[in-house]
């Protein structure tokens, strides 16, 4: 007779809090980076920049999801360039999202690099 003894992070369920944390530090860096960049979109496109609108950018986190929006600001979507205005007037938008995330998945690795190595010095605990 043999008796087989598991034990480790992924047998007493260790695992589980650092996948999880794992994934929420993944979220917050990725959506914090997105807001960023929508920010520094449109820092560089505004001529004459009222505060208003950049103060009602914001990042709501929803368990493994993340949304980087406006708030519903009215003159959001020709802002963006995806109103009904847009096309009837030479405003054609800033498209500050959408470069956004556009932009942002070839910085995920990088964001997230962190979040993976501290999961895996707790696996490695």
Known sequence: MATVTLKGPIFDGR?????RDLKHDAVQSVAGQGSADVHANLDHSIRHPTPY??????VDVDGDDAIVHD????YGPWLEGV???NKTTRFKGYFSFRRAAQGLGEKVPRL??????RAV???NE
Do not use: F, N
């Not at 609108?53 to 914001?58: F, N």
């Not at 708030?71 to 009215?74: A, D, E, H, K, S």
């Open 15 to 19: 695992s589980d809090a650092a996948v």
């Open 53 to 58: 609108y950049e103060t009602q950018i914001a």
């Open 71 to 74: 708030r519903g600001v009215i």
């Open 83 to 85: 109103g009904s205005r």
């Open 112 to 117: 997230v690099a962190h979040a993976v190595e």
């Open 121 to 123: 010095r707790r696996l």
